[in-house]
T-cell receptor
């Protein structure tokens, strides 16, 4: 079983749609959780951290369920510029904070 | 801040040749990571350094791969001899040990796209 598993996608949605991505992780000792965004042929960049209480950043909402070891990302009012690969990322419980990446979910927002 | 700088951006080489990838981390960052990204396996951690010392190289695929960090501002990843299955994008990332839990994230370089023919 992979340490971090994501919806395989791809997701193709019209502008203005709401889309949700899911992710599960296997290591219950994981400490921190993130969503990264990766544009085509670019490096991954931090989109947002995921807090236990859930958090929102503009059109983006992240949720964490530690009991189920489940993470989600909701994007409201999708824009063309949201088209990218979204990576679910889990940081281990050790001090150095190894990041483990999911395979990523491809999102394409069309007019 | 110039960010994490990697070179070359693209590398095409013939099977059997030696390949050296380079990385300059952000000044002051004391952790440096080498990742490899392929379609099949996604992003995988190869090795990481703390204060120039290799800490965990369990992700290095085989003895053909080696990494060094001679000083705080430079690291190399070497493949010798290279094989077609090494074709991938290799990312270097760095981070500072001082971070606020839950808000920490790495800074990645732009990557080196390696093609071995």
């Amino acid at each position: 079983r992979k340490e971090v598993e994501q919806d395989p996608g791809p997701f193709n949605v019209p502008e203005g749609a709401t889309v949700a991505f899911n992710c599960t992780y296997s290591n219950s000792a994981s400490q921190s959780f993130f969503w990264y965004r990766q544009d085509c042929r670019k490096e991954p960049k931090l989109l947002m951290s995921v807090y236990s209480s859930g958090n929102e950043d503009g059109r983006f909402t992240a949720q964490l369920n530690r009991a189920s070891q489940y993470i989600s990302l909701l994007i409201r009012d999708s824009k063309l510029s949201d088209s990218a690969t979204y990576l679910c990322v889990v940081k281990g419980g050790t001090s150095y904070g190894k990041l483990t990446f999911g395979q990523g979910t491809i999102l394409t927002v069309h007019p | 801040d110039a960010g994490v700088i990697q070179s070359p951006r693209h590398e095409v080489t013939e099977m059997g040749q030696e390949v050296t990838l380079r990385c300059k981390p952000i000044s002051g960052h004391d952790y440096l990571f080498w990742y490899r990204q392929t379609m099949m396996r996604g992003l995988e951690l190869l090795i990481y350094f703390n204060n120039n010392v290799p800490i965990d190289d369990s992700g290095m695929p085989e003895d053909r791969f080696s990494a060094k960090m001679p000083n705080a501002s430079f690291s190399t990843l070497k493949i010798q001899p290279s094989e077609p299955r090494d074709s991938a994008v290799y990312f270097c990332a760095s981070r500072n040990k001082s971070f606020r839990e839950g808000r920490e994230g790495y800074t990645f370089g732009s990557g080196t796209r390696l093609t071995v023919v």
